[in-house]
């Protein structure tokens, strides 16, 4: 790797992805971990879905409501949470836009590579 594939900046760059209408990913890879910046527009819906790489994500901006093995989880910027792989999660969001960062281990392979949806 060179130094023009490991710094990058939140705000700008990555793999585009829309994983849903009003949801909109920017996808960093790495080797053994994967990061994708979330932006997801008022009123928007994550489906819920599984995969089996676990996830860890930070809600950087705005709240929303994180459903997660079928429970429901009001998030604010500054929280953060842990998925652990095949657990079934999804959100909606409420008034206002969110940005979530998401971390994924090991990294998802339909996402190395633009597109639409959750690819599972």
Known sequence: MTSDTCFHNLKEGGIERELAPGVRA???PGVNAMLSVVTLDPHSVSPVHAHPQEQWGVCLEGEWIRI???VEHHVKAG???QTPPNVPH???T???RCVVLDIFAPPR???RKPG???GV
């Open 109 to 111: 392979e339909e996402y």
């Open 90 to 92: 999804g959100g909606k």
């Open 26 to 28: 920017r996808v960093f």
């Open 79 to 81: 929280d953060f949470w």
């Open 116 to 118: 639409r949806g959750l």
């Open 94 to 96: 409420l008034d206002s």
């Open 68 to 70: 997660q093995d079928g």
